[in-house]
């Protein structure tokens, strides 16, 4: 089992930036692909970055490319999202997830154990 847990929410004006971390617990967490998910109020959660269990293949959604930036330090089990510019849509709740198997995926139902989320905040 292992466990997720998002720090770093807050509230930002337009143009700011945030930096979001999730401590996992567990021995294996070098191991997994890690990914941030985000879901705004009536929307569906989506995608947002994506990176494999050493660091070296990163994916990011159309939204956030150039403004997010993701990264992990596995001796601390820990995975950030750097998020520069933020936009109003950008508001919306920011979960961690983490992926048992190897191959990397930027799809929400393939991820096995997920953190209980993160606020997020953008005014204009």
């Known amino acids: 089992q292992v466990q997720l847990v998002e720090s770093g929410g807050g509230l930002v004006q337009a143009g700011g930036s945030l930096r979001l971390s999730c401590a996992a617990s567990?021995?294996?967490?070098?191991?997994?692909?890690m990914g941030w998910f985000r879901q705004a109020p009536g929307k569906e959660r989506e995608f947002v970055a994506t990176?494999?269990?050493?660091?070296?293949?990163?994916y990011y959604a159309d939204s956030v490319k150039g403004r997010f930036t993701i990264s992990r330090d596995n001796a601390k089990n820990t995975v950030y999202l750097q998020m520069n510019s933020l936009k109003p849509e950008d508001t919306a709740v920011y979960y961690c997830?983490?992926?048992?198997?190897?191959?990397?995926?930027?799809?929400?139902?393939?991820?096995?154990?997920w953190g209980q989320g993160t606020q997020v905040t953008v005014s204009s």
């Open positions: 567990g021995r294996t967490f070098s191991s997994y692909v």
């Open positions: 990176i494999s269990s050493r660091g070296g293949i990163k």
């Open positions: 997830a983490a992926r048992v198997l190897w191959e990397i995926t930027t799809k929400v139902e393939l991820y096995d154990y």
